[in-house]
Each structure stands twice: as structure tokens, then as C-alpha cells.
């Protein structure tokens, strides 16, 4: 069974530093790009980033690009958010999620990770 | 990396059909056949439906459809059940992104 589960969330102060995991399993991580997509709270989805099957072709929304590193580790089945200079705007649940095709869609979500940035 | 724009509501009674369209530009839904969307209940992760705009995964029901025409992707619902009652989004690929849709909240009356 494919299963994503996050975990690093928390609560931080604005200007504050997170780093989320997404452990994999259930699945062959390495051939697959992976994302993370946002939700604040009562909002909608957006995507935040994404990374290929290699670690070296990666892209970011531009709310949080120079803020942001998206980065993975194929021999622990991980991906990992790296966030750094938080804004109140960045408290949201963060999503992992596999991608079909590079990034063509999404077919697993994990449960996800919620971020609190507040003072 | 404007959002989709989705209809903020669509309703409908059991057994009818309910569509949601998903608009945006030639630089995503207009250029690529990568539409997706995705179902999301209250307090849950999204679940896709329908991916290269009319696919449907294994395990989601065929009153599930999806199509598009020019910048404007649609997702229909037919038959109404109590348990499609959920938020839907559509995303698309954009090339160096991806970009999702403002969500339709379906209510079944």
C-alpha cells in the first residue's frame, strides 16, 4: 500500500525556520518527482514546489522562491521543505504528494503537516 | 501562476448532474492536456478523480467525467450521491509549474 506521511510541523515565530518530512512507502520512491502543495486554513489548494526523481531539476511558486528548499534523500524513501523566513501568509497544512509524469498529476496524498507561523 | 477560476458553489439534487467548470489561459489549461481534478471532504487529503482531463483512476465511479474546450476544463458529477457532497479542484500543468483552481464547493440538496 503507497503511503506518504508528513511530519515537522508545528508552531514558529514569524521570520522563524521548519523543516518538514514526507516519509514514502508501500512504492519505489526513486522514479517518481514528489510535491508539496499548501492549504491555509478554509482556503484552497496551491502547489509550492517540486523536485525530479534525481534531486536536480526543481521548481517554486514565487511565494515562496529564495525562501524555500525542497530537496529529497532516495536512500531513506524522504522528501523533505525546508522553510525559512516564515510569514504569518505561509500557515497553512502542507501536503506531499506523488507525481504521475513528472508532474503531469498528483495519484497520493499524504495526511499532511500543519504549519503555524504566529507570534 | 494565477489560480484556476472555479464557480465558489454548485448544487444539486440525488440522481442529478452537477458540472464545474475550471477556467484559465493558453498558458496552462489552453496549452496542455494535463488537467486534473481532485476531491477533498472536510478534514481530508485530496483524492484525484479524473487526470489528462477525461481519465478515470481505478476505483473512482463512471458518473465521474471530465472534458475541456480552448482555456475551459469542465468536471460533470451525474447520478448524485450524498458522499460526492466535497470541495473539487482542478489543476493543470503549466510547464515549470503547476496550478490549481480556486475549488467548487458541491452541496447535495
Known amino acids: 500500500e503507497v503511503q506518504l506521511v508528513e511530519s515537522g510541523g508545528g508552531l514558529v515565530q514569524p521570520g522563524g525556520s521548519l523543516r518538514l518530512s514526507c516519509a514514502a512507502s508501500g512504492f519505489t520512491f526513486n522514479p517518481y518527482w514528489m510535491h508539496w502543495v499548501r492549504q491555509a486554513p478554509g482556503k484552497g489548494l496551491v502547489w509550492v514546489s517540486r523536485?525530479?526523481?534525481?534531486?536536480?531539476?526543481?521548481t517554486y511558486a514565487d511565494s515562496v522562491k529564495g525562501r524555500f528548499t525542497i530537496s529529497r534523500d532516495n536512500a531513506k524513501d524522504t522528501l523533505y521543505l525546508q522553510m525559512n523566513s516564515l510569514r504569518a501568509e505561509d500557515t497553512a497544512m502542507y501536503y506531499c504528494?506523488?507525481?504521475?509524469?513528472?508532474?503531469?498529476?498528483?495519484?497520493?496524498w499524504g495526511q499532511g503537516a500543519l504549519v503555524t507561523v504566529s507570534s | 501562476q494565477s489560480a484556476l477560476t472555479q464557480p465558489p458553489s454548485a448544487s444539486g439534487s440525488p440522481g442529478q448532474s452537477v458540472t464545474i467548470s475550471c477556467t484559465g489561459t493558453?498558458?496552462?489549461?489552453?496549452?496542455?492536456?494535463?488537467v486534473s481534478w481532485y476531491q477533498q471532504h472536510p478534514g481530508k487529503a485530496p483524492k484525484l478523480m479524473i487526470y489528462e482531463v477525461s481519465k478515470r483512476p481505478s476505483g473512482v465511479p463512471d458518473r465521474f467525467s471530465g472534458s475541456k474546450s480552448g482555456d475551459t476544463a469542465s468536471l460533470t458529477v451525474s447520478g448524485l450521491q450524498a458522499e460526492d457532497e466535497a470541495d473539487y479542484y482542478c489543476?493543470?500543468?503549466?510547464?515549470?509549474?503547476?496550478?490549481f483552481g480556486t475549488g467548487t464547493k458541491v452541496t447535495v440538496l
Open positions: 504528494a506523488r507525481g504521475i509524469g513528472g508532474a503531469r498529476h498528483f495519484d497520493y
Open positions: 493558453s498558458r496552462d489549461v489552453g496549452h496542455y492536456d494535463y
Open positions: 523536485i525530479d526523481d534525481g534531486g536536480s531539476t526543481i
Open positions: 489543476c493543470s500543468y503549466a510547464g515549470s509549474s503547476n496550478v
